[in-house]
């Protein structure tokens, strides 16, 4: 029986998608994730070897996780079985490992299972897979885009192998869609009394493309074959090379990076707060930007700037918090997209106010300290007498009214005796908090010229 391809299944290749023929089949010419599979590192060491143990890639989309599992398949012996936790369950499962346990049985011969967004089973589902990675039935390889550590259940985690791949960079990205654009042409069919069509791209057209495909070799890809189509529909077909303006026409919009229940959730969030911490107004606002853009709720926001004003401005401002706070009303008060703004000044006044954490390091430490002395008693000179025999037991006895001194500082101790002397609240220079220090030195001074023998 011949080996060659049918002129049917070489039909049925170019109806697939560009970026599935573009799949590349050999290490060599993989482009990017170096880290991982250029000379002498650890999963190109592994594939050479054949020493194909149980891992999972985690990677943004279009970053090649698909592709390097089927590369896998190619340096094994072992029967490679493809599973997407998106269309197929555990029957199916059970099913492959029933397949898997037959073979290895029968021929002695392994079976690779790649399980494509294995995030998307719960950990419940995933536990499927356990009994059969730990007797070696199977060797699983997953494809995740959100964090195994939140992902995976810990017991399967334990026993894969974490491999992280990158969004590719703009060279590769465009190195890419360059050999995409050369494919394109070779596999282009049209009418045989019609000479083929030439569509070239011009270089302003190349950048938009590098740059719409946020490291997605995939989404490259896509976009590079609806453009050309486009450019080759029309009539006549253009002689000069694509321009940007017709790649524009051809691009949807842009989906923005984010995920309000997965880790860029997080991750934004604590760039908006860092940026805001840092000074850095046009940080916080492109981040804020991203926020907003994805879907996030605006309460969400409103709530975490509260929080930053405690944080990190602090008494350097005591406006910050209020203003915050009046950030929350009046989206509240107003809603999207009104409303926003009020968030965008809030988070344009803390990064220009004066940063100060000490209120947090002074509430971090003072928790501190009631852990450390859950049950030391009130001192009987600052507790209520309100009966007799209080009285007689010395509440309240030594009281001193501090109003009635002349520097609303009377000089006495109001914590426990093993916490006597303690500092835990420190007053920047910045801001504000230059006067509260000024202001607590100046008392310190009062008490100790009238303290309490």
Known sequence: MSTEPSLFAAARDRDLPLAHRMRPTTLDSFLGQEHLIGPGKPLRDAIERGAIGSMVFWGPP?????????????HTEAAFVSF???????????QIIKEAQARRDAEGRGTILFCDEIHR????????????????VVTLIGATTE??????????LSRLRVFVLHPLEAGHIRSIVESGVERWHSETKRDPAAPPPHVTLADDALELLVRHADGDARRALNVTEAVLEHAASLSPPPTAPVAAEVVQSVLERRLPQYDK????HFNIISALHKAVRGSDVE???YWLARMIDG???????ARRVVRMASEDIGLADPRALTI??????????????????????????????PKSNRVYEAWSRAQEAAREHPAEPVPLHVRNAPTGLMKELGYGKGYRYDHAEGGYAAGQEYLPEVLRGVQWYEPSEQGFEKKIGERLAWWAKVKAESSTP
């Open 84 to 94: 997407s936790a998106v269309t197929e369950g555990v029957p199916r499962v059970r």
């Open 324 to 353: 915050a706070l009046a950030a929350k009303d009046a989206f509240h008060f107003l809603g999207s997209p009104e409303g926003e703004l009020a968030i965008v000044e809030a988070v344009i006044y803390l990064a220009t106010a």
């Open 147 to 156: 964090n195994p550590s939140f992902e995976l259940n810990s017991a399967l």
């Open 295 to 301: 879907g996030e709720d605006p309460l969400y926001i």
């Open 261 to 264: 229940g997965g880790e860029e």
């Open 62 to 74: 279009g970053s090649g996780k698909t592709t390097l599992a089927r590369l896998l398949a190619n």
């Open 121 to 136: 089973f719960n950990k419940a589902q995933q536990d499927a897979f356990l009994p059969w990675v730990e007797q070696g």
């Open 283 to 285: 940080g916080a606002l």
